[in-house]
């Protein structure tokens, strides 16, 4: 099966730093991915959609300033917290499209990444 | 963001017992997929619906879509468990995957 992976797993900062977490599809390619953000015992929260190649396209209420994505190839997408805050602290989960026909709105998802922001 | 009501929110049954989610939206969807979410994890694919009225079984977990494509059902007979964990209904639109809100099973043995 598709295998999609995240970099860091755990991370714990200090506030005002930044922060990049990097999602890869291991074995097939992704023109999409999304990442989300998900509070304890809370539902996943779609942040931004990522598309290879161009700008990525987020939710409404989300700063594309502070969470900068790329997304430079079919196999990898980044998303880096900028001037990380407490409030920041959450579990973010990126996932990718699967391009197969007849499975094209399964998506595959990292392991996640979890950050504390001191 | 715009998100889809499950229910019930939590659930606690004793093992060997039935479960059934359920998710609720105002607006006909396209297709709808199911996802579940162990502690501690992240989502893993179960299935997903595209037709009116469709029913999906796997083992022990039976999925339907509503006649008029606004809701939609997963159905655990004689919970193990194994079974534990949150799911997730998630419907997608153009560029667009929503989430349901969840409904966190605790089977106790």
């Known amino acids: 099966g598709a295998v999609v992976s995240q970099h860091p797993s755990r991370v714990i900062c200090k506030s005002g730093t930044s922060v990049k977490i990097e999602c890869r599809s291991l074995?097939?390619?992704?023109?999409?991915m999304f990442w989300y953000r998900q509070f304890p015992k809370q539902s996943l929260m779609l942040m931004a959609t990522?598309?290879?190649?161009?700008?990525?396209?987020?939710e409404q209420g989300v700063e594309k300033d502070k969470f900068l994505i790329n997304h430079a190839s079919l196999t990898l997408s980044t998303l880096t917290v900028t001037s990380a805050h407490p409030e920041d602290s959450s579990f973010y989960i990126c996932?990718?499209?699967?391009?197969?026909?007849?499975?094209?709105?399964?998506?595959?998802f990292g392991p996640g990444t979890r950050l504390t922001v001191l | 963001g715009q998100q889809v009501m499950q229910i019930p929110q939590y659930q606690h049954v004793q093992e060997g017992e039935d479960f059934t989610t359920y998710c609720n939206s105002s607006?006909?969807?396209?297709?709808i997929q199911w996802y579940k979410q162990r502690p501690g994890g992240h989502p893993v694919f179960l299935i997903q619906?595209?037709?009116?009225?469709e029913v999906k079984k796997q083992k022990r977990l039976t999925f339907q879509f509503g006649e008029a494509k606004k809701n939609s059902s997963l159905h655990i007979t004689a919970t193990q468990t194994t079974d534990v964990g949150t799911y997730f209904c998630?419907?997608?639109?153009?560029?667009?995957?929503?989430f349901g809100t969840g409904t966190r099973l605790k089977v106790l043995a």
């Open positions: 996932s990718a499209r699967s391009r197969r026909r007849g499975h094209y709105n399964e998506q595959f």
């Open positions: 074995d097939f390619q992704a023109t999409t």
């Open positions: 990522s598309n290879e190649g161009s700008k990525a396209t987020y």
């Open positions: 607006t006909t969807l396209s297709n």
């Open positions: 619906l595209v037709k009116s009225g």
């Open positions: 998630q419907f997608s639109g153009t560029y667009k995957y929503i």
